[in-house]
């Protein structure tokens, strides 16, 4: 799994940008979104990719766990979360992800699924789902993943 999220994080990356500041998409990122879109990871919303849009905290979560090839195992599980402001079509992926610690919310009982996905978020979000840990600093702390990506090669500037 290492490989595979490895190999699709650049494209992941591209469609975040630097996910603080919302500019015209670039065609970079047109195809970024085009190749995610024929592997089944990145869908759109049925009209477009919004890529002008920042990308929020569920689509994210979604996307990282379609990269992990764990869409069917997210959508079909029965896992729960006690956060209450996540849309019903986001709540398989956030579920699962919460579930394997991938993911924790905002607040005790708030996800924040409307809150821009910053590129440290989403890259915090990646080393945990390949098995690293920020509890307590242990390998890295959520709001400085890069210093451990650059180190395992999983982050792609």
């Avoid at 477009?48 to 599980?77: K, W």
């Avoid at 996540?86 to 398989?92: E, F, H, I, R």
Wanted: hydrophobic share 40%.
């Amino acid at each position: 799994m290492k490989k595979r999220l490895t190999g699709f994080l650049t494209a992941a990356a591209l469609l975040l940008g630097s996910g603080l500041t919302v500019y015209a998409h670039t065609p970079e990122q047109e195809r970024a979104a085009d190749a995610l879109n024929e592997l089944g990871m990145f869908l759109g919303t049925g009209t477009s990719y919004e890529l002008d849009n920042p990308l929020n905290r569920v689509q994210g979560i979604t996307l990282l766990i379609r990269l992990m090839g764990m869409e069917n195992a997210a959508q079909t599980g029965d896992f729960e979360t006690p956060f209450t402001d996540v849309p019903a079509w986001a709540s398989g992926y956030v579920g699962y992800a919460y579930e394997y610690g991938i993911t924790n919310g905002t607040g005790a009982h708030t996800f924040g699924s409307d809150d821009t996905i910053t590129d440290y978020m989403f890259l915090t979000l990646v080393l945990r789902a390949l098995g690293y840990s920020d509890a307590n600093g242990a390998d890295f702390t959520w709001d400085n993943p890069y210093t451990l990506a650059r180190e395992r090669s999983v982050c792609l500037e």
